[in-house]
């Protein structure tokens, strides 16, 4: 069974990078079964695809966000992380990863998801 455990600070300051990790059990997050995928649900607002992580350590990312994210791995701890750059209070939000059949697959198709991490942007 596999399982997603999301981590990382809770607040971080307007300008700053957040870092988050996802541990991912149950699966090496080098299969080809699988893609690993960040989403995030600001406050009033729907799910919003962040990016994606391959098998091979591919990344590719929503448009809108490509020019502040980065996401990597590491096989070594079977860990999947996510960076976003000069936040803003905009970027408060749940933040997950989930486990999805394919790298665009829609929500509602995702296998596993973590229990999300809150992420405040304040000073």
């Known amino acids: 069974q596999v399982q997603l455990q999301e981590s990382g600070p809770g607040l971080v300051k307007p300008s700053q990078t957040l870092s988050l990790t996802c541990a991912v059990t149950?699966?090496?997050?080098?299969?080809?079964?699988?893609?690993w995928t960040w989403i995030r649900q600001s406050p009033g607002k729907g799910l919003e695809w962040m990016g994606v992580?391959?098998?091979?350590?591919?990344?590719y990312y929503n448009p809108s966000l490509r020019s502040r994210t980065s996401i990597s791995r590491d096989t070594s701890k079977n860990h999947i992380s996510l960076q976003l750059s000069s936040v803003t209070p905009e970027d408060t939000a749940v933040y997950f990863c989930?486990?999805?059949?394919?790298?665009?697959?829609?929500?509602?198709?995702?296998?596993?998801w973590g229990q999300g991490t809150q992420v405040t942007v304040s000073s």
């Open positions: 989930a486990l999805s059949p394919a790298p665009y697959s829609r929500p509602e198709e995702y296998r596993v």
């Open positions: 992580i391959l098998y091979d350590g591919s990344p």
């Open positions: 149950g699966a090496p997050i080098t299969t080809t079964r699988y893609a």
